[in-house]
Structure formats: C-alpha cells, structure tokens
C-alpha cells in the first residue's frame, strides 16, 4: 500500500513525465549518430543485425543513468546552488547543441557499405559507442536534472525512472528504425528538404529544453 501511495497522482507530476518522453522521442526522431548507425547498419546487413545494434546502444544509456543518478543526487541533497549550477550549465549546454545543428548543413548522409557483421558483435560495437562517449554522459546531466518529477521520491529512483523512459522511447524509436531500414531510406534520398525540416525539429526540441531548464524548479 505504502509503494501505491508513492505513486499517486499526489506526489508525481506527470505532466513533467509526459513532457519528458515526448521530448526524449522527438530527440530519438531527429537524425543523430545513433539513429543514422542504426539505419545503415539495417540496410547493410539486415533486420536483425538493425535489431541488435538498437539494444546495444540502448543498454549503454543504464552505464549513464547508473552514473547520474548517483552523482548528481547527492548535489540535489547538500546544495540548492550547486543544483542551480548544474541547470544552468545544462541550459547552456543545450543552446550550444541548438547552435552547432543550426550551423550544419542539415544534410543526411547514408552510406550502404556491404559488410557482414554478426548481432552479437554488433550488439557490443553499440554499446561501446554509447558507454565511451562522454557526451552521452554530459547530455544525460543537461537533459535530466529539470524533469525530476516529485518532491517525495529519492531522486535516484527519479532518476532511473528518466533513465528507463528515455531507453524505452529510444528503443522503440529506433527498433522502428531498424524494421523500416529500407522505406526510411528511401524516403530520405527521394526528398531532399528532409534533412532540413529534422534539423529545425532538433533546433526547436533543444532550444525548448533549455528554456525549461532555466524555468523550472527544484
């Protein structure tokens, strides 16, 4: 009874949760590096070698939330400021992404290299490249810290919440991804406008986080 409390509409926000992953599946939308190496790898070797570098990449993102959620909860304890700080450097953050699409060309490139790799392989190439890559770790920080949606629950378990909402948005996303390789792809070669129709949505989606960032309370 004490966990059903927990979770009533009295102590979480979801307003706060559903802005989240509708964020979250606007950013998987957007073409980036992991989407884009979903779909070549879809189209160069398949379905299911598509299949199996999603749930690489996705299981990478429990290495980040793991980190996150034990480091920036303890902040959330000791200090109100360093919190603030924390926000505004992920604000910051955020616009600086918005900028860098904003000065792409916004073309989306497809190689179809023909090189057979095995699921399991290319499983652990996923989640290599998404464990390594330390600016999954400072998007995490940017992006988390302003949805912690109750004042009740411990923000580790807020935290991994996010965490298991941003995966499933993703691994749904790109599991699409992977099983329409071949549509997808076509689509984006026949209509060259695509590409900068995608890079005003990530633009838009940035921007929007980090203005929120800076609005929203602890």
Same mark, same amino acid.
């Given at each position: 009874?004490?966990?059903?409390?927990?979770?009533?509409?009295?102590?979480?926000?979801?307003?706060?949760?559903?802005?989240?992953?509708?964020?979250?599946?606007?950013?998987?939308?957007?073409?980036?590096?992991?989407?884009?190496?979903?779909?070549?790898?879809?189209?160069?070797?398949?379905?299911?070698?598509?299949?199996?570098?999603?749930?690489?990449?996705?299981?990478?993102?429990?290495?980040?939330?793991?980190?996150?959620?034990?480091?920036?909860?303890?902040?959330?304890?000791?200090?109100?400021?360093?919190?603030?700080?924390?926000?505004?450097?992920?604000?910051? *953050? =955020?616009?600086?992404?918005?900028?860098? #699409? @904003?000065?792409?060309?916004?073309?989306? %490139? /497809?190689?179809?290299? !023909?090189?057979?790799?095995?699921?399991?392989?290319?499983?652990?190439?996923?989640?290599?490249?998404?464990?390594?890559?330390?600016?999954?770790?400072?998007?995490?920080?940017?992006?988390?810290?302003?949805?912690?949606?109750?004042?009740?629950?411990?923000?580790?378990?807020?935290?991994?919440?996010?965490?298991?909402?941003?995966?499933?948005?993703?691994?749904?996303?790109?599991?699409?991804?992977?099983?329409?390789?071949?549509?997808?792809?076509?689509?984006?070669?026949?209509?060259?406008?695509?590409?900068? *129709? =995608?890079?005003?949505?990530?633009?838009? #989606? @940035?921007?929007?986080?980090?203005?929120? %960032? /800076?609005?929203?309370? !602890?």
């Amino acid at each position: 009874m004490h966990s059903l409390l927990l979770f009533s509409g009295e102590t979480i926000n979801y307003p706060i949760l559903i802005g989240f992953v509708l964020s979250s599946s606007a950013l998987a939308i957007s073409p980036g590096p992991d989407n884009i190496f979903v779909l070549t790898q879809s189209i160069s070797n398949g379905v299911r070698a598509g299949l199996a570098t999603v749930l690489g990449l996705v299981s990478g993102c429990l290495v980040h939330t793991t980190l996150l959620a034990f480091g920036v909860s303890e902040i959330i304890k000791r200090s109100d400021a360093l919190f603030f700080g924390i926000k505004l450097f992920g604000a910051i *953050y =955020l616009f600086y992404l918005a900028y860098k #699409v @904003f000065k792409s060309d916004g073309d989306i %490139l /497809l190689e179809d290299k !023909k090189a057979a790799k095995s699921p399991k392989n290319l499983f652990w190439r996923g989640f290599t490249m998404n464990v390594l890559n330390p600016k999954v770790t400072i998007f995490f920080l940017a992006f988390f810290p302003g949805f912690l949606f109750s004042t009740e629950l411990d923000p580790v378990v807020q935290f991994y919440v996010l965490g298991l909402l941003f995966m499933l948005s993703a691994l749904i996303i790109f599991g699409a991804i992977a099983l329409l390789a071949g549509s997808i792809s076509n689509y984006l070669k026949g209509y060259n406008k695509v590409g900068f *129709y =995608l890079k005003w949505v990530q633009i838009i #989606v @940035f921007s929007g986080i980090a203005v929120y %960032l /800076l609005l929203s309370d !602890k």
